[in-house]
C-alpha cells in the first residue's frame, strides 16, 4: 500500500486561508468517505482534526473543514493563525487497514 | 482523564525482539478497536497494526506482516506489539492509537486519542 501524496510544504500569511490536498486511488481516498487529517507539532503527538472527510471532532475549530472529490481529498484551514504552523497528515481507510499521506509542513508567514 | 501511555522501547540489535506494551485508561478499553503507528526519525506517520475491541481479527501493514504480532488484555487494559527479526528500518517512535469511528463494524483509521509514543532503536 503506497503512501497518500501531499504537498511537501504549504505557507500563508495570518488571516488567509489554505488548502492542503491529500492523493490517492480508488483502493483508498476513492472508495471510502474515510479520509482523517491529523496535526502535529514537533515532539508532540498527532491530533485528529477531521475524520470521515469532513466532520469535526468536539473541540476542534471551525477553521477547519475537510473536503473530497474522486480520488483526492483537502483540508483547508480558514483565518489562519501562528498556532496552526505544524505538519498534517491525511489517512485513509483502505479495506481493514490504514494509509497515511506523506505529510504537509504548514508554515505560518 | 482519557490516556494512553507506551513503554518498553529502547535500543535493540537487527534480528533481536522488542515488546511494546500500552496502558490505557479512562475509558472502556474493551469495547475500542486499537493500532500502532509508528513515526522514523524526520519522517511521516506510518501505520503499522490494527486489533478489533475483542481480538477477533489483526491487520498489519505489509511492511511488518510476518515479524510483528499486535494482542490485547482487555482484562488489564493493555495493548502490545511483538516485534521479532527488527531491522534499522523499523527505528521509529512508535504510537498506540484509539480507533474513533467505524466503518460496518470495523476500525475505520480514525485514530481519536493518541498515547506519547515510545522510541524504538534497531542499531549494533
Known amino acids: 500500500q503506497s503512501a497518500l501524496t501531499q504537498p ?7 488571516g488567509q486561508s489554505i488548502t492542503i490536498s491529500c492523493t490517492g486511488t480508488s483502493s483508498d481516498v476513492g472508495s471510502y468517505n474515510l479520509v482523517s487529517w491529523y496535526q502535529q507539532h514537533p515532539g508532540k503527538a498527532p491530533k485528529l482534526m477531521i475524520y470521515e472527510v469532513s ?12 473536503s473530497k472529490s474522486g480520488n483526492t481529498a483537502s483540508l483547508t484551514i480558514s483565518g489562519l493563525q501562528a498556532e496552526d ?14 494509509v497515511f499521506g506523506t505529510g504537509t509542513k504548514v508554515t505560518v508567514l | 482523564q482519557v490516556q494512553l501511555v507506551e513503554s518498553g522501547g529502547g535500543v535493540v540489535q537487527p534480528g533481536r525482539s522488542l515488546r511494546l506494551s500500552c496502558a490505557a ?17 524526520g519522517k511521516g506517520l506510518e501505520w503499522v497494526a490494527v486489533i478489533w475491541y475483542d481480538g477477533s481479527n489483526k491487520y498489519y501493514a ?11 488484555d482487555n482484562s488489564k487494559n493493555t495493548l502490545y506489539l511483538q516485534m521479532n527479526s527488527l531491522r534499522a528500518e523499523d527505528t521509529a517512535v512508535y504510537y498506540c492509537a484509539r480507533e474513533g469511528n467505524y466503518y460496518d463494524s470495523r476500525p475505520a483509521a480514525a485514530f481519536d486519542i493518541w498515547g506519547q ?8
Open chain 1, 8 to 14: 511537501a510544504s504549504v505557507s500563508g500569511s495570518p
Open chain 1, 55 to 66: 466532520k469535526r471532532p468536539s473541540g476542534v475549530s471551525n477553521r477547519f473543514s475537510g
Open chain 1, 85 to 98: 504552523e505544524a505538519d498534517y497528515y491525511c489517512c485513509s481507510y483502505a479495506g481493514s487497514r490504514g
Open chain 2, 25 to 41: 485508561s479512562g475509558f472502556t478499553f474493551s469495547s475500542y478497536g486499537m493500532h500502532w503507528v509508528r513515526q522514523a526519525p
Open chain 2, 62 to 72: 505489509d511492511s511488518v506482516k510476518g515479524r510483528f504480532t499486535i494482542s490485547r
Open chain 2, 117 to 124: 509514543g515510545t522510541m524504538v532503536t534497531v542499531s549494533s
